[in-house]
């Protein structure tokens, strides 16, 4: 069984739009599906998932009612568990974060570059309580992102400062950080946290992976592929270099992930 934990598409009215505007951003990015919720069906069918976290972001405050709408529409808690968002700076952010529970949806992403805040800032605090007590988990897009010049919001350090205000899980994308796996081996592995393998094809150095493993254990690894940008296939070649075992390889792929997500 494969669980992808980290997904993205859009409305359908809004996806090639939003699909073509994200790959220029990011240098010319190529997309492996058409960013659709029947995009992304095929494409597991194809590449072999059985489902997918659908990772949504709110990048203002007009759309996060919308976003969250979005969300439960798509979400089945059988082959799509859709994630919901909400903006930092939005006035009724802790009272949506209440209607993120309301609609069935298991946690929140957070992208810290689109929406424009520092994940260790005094400002998240109650928000990142309420998330607590709501019991939501947590993805945080870190590191780098193409699509953006430095400074960036969510790195190692900004991470491991956030970490002491959560009571719920926390997700890091990206091997921990995009583009900084020394400062992730250095500052996040053995926290409580779980890092996805998300984008690491092809972009995080054999050696650093194994090193992330061997520091943060294979309990708290979860695999992901961040599609439309990469596929399960591309992530799973990564992986089989890894010397896991085969008991390793389906706690990352489906084991962790299951116990998560409660399923």
């Given at each position: 069984?494969?669980?992808?934990?980290?997904?993205?598409?859009?409305?359908?009215?809004?996806a090639e739009?939003a699909?073509?505007?994200?790959?220029?951003?990011?240098?010319?990015?190529?997309?492996?599906?058409?960013?659709?919720?029947?995009?992304?069906?095929?494409?597991m069918?194809?590449e072999?998932?059985?489902?997918?976290v659908?990772?949504?972001?709110?990048?203002?405050?007009?759309?996060?009612?919308?976003?969250?709408?979005?969300?439960?529409?798509?979400?089945?808690?059988?082959?799509?568990?859709?994630?919901?968002?909400?903006?930092?700076?939005?006035?009724?952010?802790?009272?949506?974060?209440?209607?993120?529970?309301?609609l069935?949806?298991?946690?929140?992403?957070?992208?810290?570059?689109?929406?424009?805040?520092?994940?260790d800032?005094?400002?998240?605090?109650?928000?990142?309580?309420?998330?607590?007590?709501?019991?939501?988990?947590?993805?945080?897009?870190?590191?780098?992102?193409?699509?953006?010049?430095?400074?960036?919001?969510?790195?190692?350090?900004n991470?491991?400062?956030?970490?002491?205000?959560?009571?719920?899980p926390?997700?890091?994308?990206?091997?921990?950080?995009?583009?900084?796996?020394?400062r992730?081996?250095?500052?996040?592995?053995?926290?409580?946290?779980?890092?996805?393998?998300?984008?690491?094809?092809?972009?995080?150095?054999?050696?650093?992976?194994?090193?992330?493993?061997?520091?943060?254990?294979?309990?708290?690894?979860?695999f992901?592929?961040?599609?439309?940008?990469?596929?399960?296939?591309l992530?799973?070649?990564?992986?089989n270099?890894l010397?896991?075992?085969d008991?390793?390889?389906?706690?990352?792929?489906?084991?962790?992930?299951?116990?998560?997500?409660?399923?």
């Amino acid at each position: 069984m494969t669980i992808d934990f980290h997904t993205h598409c859009f409305p359908d009215k809004i996806a090639e739009r939003a699909l073509l505007k994200l790959s220029y951003v990011s240098g010319g990015l190529k997309y492996h599906t058409d960013a659709t919720i029947s995009g992304l069906k095929k494409s597991m069918a194809e590449e072999n998932v059985d489902a997918s976290v659908v990772l949504n972001i709110a990048t203002n405050e007009h759309q996060m009612r919308s976003v969250n709408d979005f969300a439960a529409s798509i979400n089945n808690e059988h082959d799509i568990f859709a994630f919901g968002s909400v903006f930092p700076a939005a006035k009724d952010v802790l009272c949506e974060l209440e209607r993120i529970k309301s609609l069935g949806l298991k946690g929140v992403k957070f992208h810290p570059e689109y929406q424009g805040f520092y994940v260790d800032d005094e400002m998240m605090k109650p928000i990142y309580k309420k998330i607590s007590k709501l019991g939501l988990i947590t993805v945080f897009h870190a590191g780098v992102d193409y699509g953006f010049a430095p400074p960036f919001h969510c790195m190692p350090e900004n991470l491991q400062n956030a970490l002491k205000w959560f009571d719920s899980p926390v997700v890091a994308a990206h091997w921990g950080g995009l583009s900084c796996s020394d400062r992730v081996i250095k500052l996040l592995c053995g926290q409580d946290l779980y890092i996805d393998t998300s984008f690491g094809y092809g972009q995080l150095p054999r050696a650093s992976a194994m090193k992330i493993i061997e520091k943060h254990g294979i309990d708290k690894m979860l695999f992901a592929t961040d599609s439309p940008w990469h596929t399960a296939s591309l992530e799973r070649r990564f992986l089989n270099t890894l010397e896991l075992t085969d008991s390793e390889m389906q706690a990352v792929c489906s084991g962790n992930a299951k116990k998560l997500l409660g399923i």
